[in-house]
Each structure stands twice: as structure tokens, then as C-alpha cells.
């Protein structure tokens, strides 16, 4: 009787959860149906019409240019968590599998990376970027989201190969493999569930940055699509809420389905890798 009560409790508090969650988002739907004249007018709770939504819909891809912004950020977004996750990857191999001296000491300089706010360096970052030519280029946008993306995607590698037995890596020297064989075909295809759970966690953050791309891009070409979907609220942008909202709905549909399509080998990396 007792399990049975656990598990009704579990599943209310589970849908008290599940609701409160999305109840954003479904304010967020049904304000970006409303017209102009409608939204502040009409009750919140109450949805517009699937008019007023694609009407909105088109606005925002066309005023805020956020086909743009989707290009530059689905490249940012694929190209720096993939190196980033290799390097992280190297980084944990190498403290663990190849025994490197004062290895805890790199690990805890690696994670220490993460602990300081990205605020403190964006000055000198800002002018090392104007004074180096990167500033408002594709490539200086995946440098630095490849960077700070580095330490998280080492710390959780670090921790993966740490529950993997190095009489692994002592029967493949003994086999004749170097330590970069070993690494790619051995290490590296054990770790894909960990590796798919990193990439994605990263490959999140850097689509919905705004800091960043705020401070370090400018052209419609090379800036991120959150600060294309800012620029849409501002003073010269001239949108209304629903058109906004209606913008945000275009901004997540593609990390939803990215979570959607990998849950299977994100649920799985998050337990292997010991976050």
C-alpha cells in the first residue's frame, strides 16, 4: 500500500511539475496569435486565431531577418561543440588513460575556467577581438564559443574515463596500438552516449547565447539569432509582443527538435558521464 501511495504521490507531484513548465510556453502560443489591437486588450489566457499567428510568424522571419541569424547560429552551434567535445575528450584521455603528472592540478585549473563569469573578460575580449580582425567574423564567433566550451566538455570527460579501468589501456599497449590508436578507436567510440550528451548540452548554449553575440558581432550576417531576435523588441525595431513572441517560437523550434531527436543518447550520456 505504502509503494502504491509513493507512486500516485510521485506522478502528482511529476504533473504539478509538467504543467507549471509549460505553462510559459502555452502563454508564450497564444500571445503570438493575437493581432496588434488584440494583445494587451484580450485576456492573456485566451489564444488568438492560427491567422494572427502565421501573420506574426511571417513578420518576424522577414523584419528581424532571423533566416540570417539561424544559418550563422546553426554553424556556430555544430562546428564549436564538436571540436570542443574532441578536445575535452583529449584532455580527459590524457589526464586519466596516460597517467599525466599533476593531473588533478590540470583538472582543477581546466573546471576553474568555468567558475569565473564570462563578464569579466568580455572588455579585453571585445578589444583583442577589434585590434585581431576578428570582431564580427564567423570565425572569431566559433573561436570563443569553442573556447568556453572547452573546459565544461573536459570536466565531463575527465570524469567518463575515470570509470573505465586502465587494464584497458595497458591490453591495447600490449596489443602494439600507440596511444593515438588507442584513443580514437578504443576510448573515443566507448564515450558516444557521453560525448552526444556533451554536445548537445553545448550545442544549447551557444544557440541561445546573447551576450556574446551582442558584443562581438554586428552585421546581419554574422550575428547570432538571439540578438537578431532582441533587435526585433528594440527601440528602431519597431515589432509588437506578438511578433516577438512569434519570433521566440521560431528560435526554439530547432534545439526542441535537437533534444527531441538524441534524448535517447542524452539520457544516457548524463548517466555515464557523471555529471
Known sequence: ???????????????????LWLLPVYLMVANAMKGKDEYGVVNVWQPGGFTGLIENLGQAWTLGRISDGIVSTAIYAIVSPIIAVLIGAMAGFAIIALRLRHGFTWFV???CSTVFPLQMVLMPLFIGYVETDLYDTRVG?????TVISVPFSAFVMRNFFSGVAYNLFEAAALDGASVWRTFWSIYLPMSVSALFAVFILQATFVWNDLLLGLSLSQSETVRPVMPALSALQSTYGGSTMPVV???????SVPTVVLFLLTQRFFARGLSLGQF
Open 1 to 19: 500500500m505504502s509503494t502504491r501511495v509513493s507512486d500516485t504521490l510521485r506522478r502528482i507531484v511529476l504533473l504539478v511539475l509538467g504543467v
Open 109 to 111: 585549473v581546466i573546471f
Open 141 to 145: 564567433m566559433v573561436l570563443i564559443y
Open 245 to 251: 513572441l512569434a519570433g521566440g517560437l521560431i528560435v
